[in-house]
């Protein structure tokens, strides 16, 4: 049973991403951009939270999918110990809206200035939103522990990679190859947590259309 799901994003590397780290867990499931029912539809992300983030995007592109489509949204963002957890919701516009990776870093790194690596602790959070045609909610909330470099490192990935090293690591998420960091982020924990409550339903749903299974 193959199941299509739409990715809430028009961003590129996110969607990437997802298809990569999904494709590890089964290869019955089929991610497509929103570019392919005309474009994510213009969203404010002005809520409190990542679930309510989420949940917004996922209800605006759910209006634009074919009857039978169900839809991923996600929202995540990096949130660091010594500043009470900034950037969080806000990471991808916390140097103002519009802001570029580049700008968001540099402030981050400005308000941690002087402080000692051991202080320095932060966490990758995504939760993702899974939307059924019928307007059934799933969440999964995923997690990756590590802290802040004093300076950036690396050419991949995207947004923070550059100044997050995750636990257990001497590099940034920017220096590891993408199939580690597939394996490891905070991404990754949250599909992986989508892909295991698929499987299950999968086995005990032989057809489905809310699912988009064709």
């Given at each position: 049973m193959?199941?299509?799901?739409?990715?809430?994003?028009?961003?590129?590397?996110?969607?990437?991403?997802?298809?990569?780290?999904?494709?590890?867990?089964?290869?019955e499931i089929r991610v497509e951009c929103a570019d392919?029912?005309?474009?994510?539809?213009?969203?404010?992300?002005?809520a409190a939270s990542f679930v309510d983030n989420a949940r917004l995007k996922a209800r605006a592109l759910a209006q634009r999918v074919p009857e039978g489509a169900a839809v991923i949204a996600d929202d995540s963002g990096l949130c660091v110990d010594f500043l009470d957890g900034e950037p969080g919701?806000?990471?991808?516009?916390?140097?103002?809206?519009?802001?570029?990776?580049?700008?968001?870093?540099c402030l981050l790194l400005?308000?941690?200035?002087?402080?000692?690596?051991?202080?320095?602790?932060?966490?990758?959070?995504?939760?993702?939103?899974?939307?059924?045609?019928?307007?059934?909610?799933?969440?999964?909330?995923?997690?990756?522990?590590g802290r802040i470099a004093a300076k950036p490192s690396g050419r991949g990935g995207f947004g923070y990679d550059p100044i997050?090293?995750?636990?257990?690591?001497?590099?940034?998420?920017?220096?590891?190859?993408?199939?580690?960091?597939?394996?490891?982020?905070?991404?990754?924990?949250?599909?992986?947590?989508?892909?295991?409550?698929?499987a299950i339903f999968g086995r005990s749903v032989s057809s489905d259309r809310d699912l988009g299974s064709h």
């Open positions: 193959s199941m299509r799901f739409f990715l809430a994003t028009g961003n590129r590397h996110k969607l990437e991403e997802v298809v990569a780290i999904l494709s590890t867990v089964s290869p392919a029912v005309g474009g994510m539809p213009p969203v404010e992300e002005g919701v806000c990471s991808s516009r916390y140097a103002g809206a519009g802001a570029s990776d580049e700008a968001n870093i400005e308000r941690l200035e002087g402080v000692p690596l051991e202080k320095r602790t932060a966490h990758f959070r995504c939760v993702i939103v899974l939307l059924e045609p019928g307007g059934r909610e799933r969440v999964f909330d995923g997690r990756c522990h997050f090293v995750p636990s257990d690591h001497d590099v940034s998420f920017a220096q590891l190859p993408a199939a580690r960091k597939n394996c490891i982020s905070h991404r990754a924990a949250a599909l992986r947590k989508l892909a295991e409550w698929l």
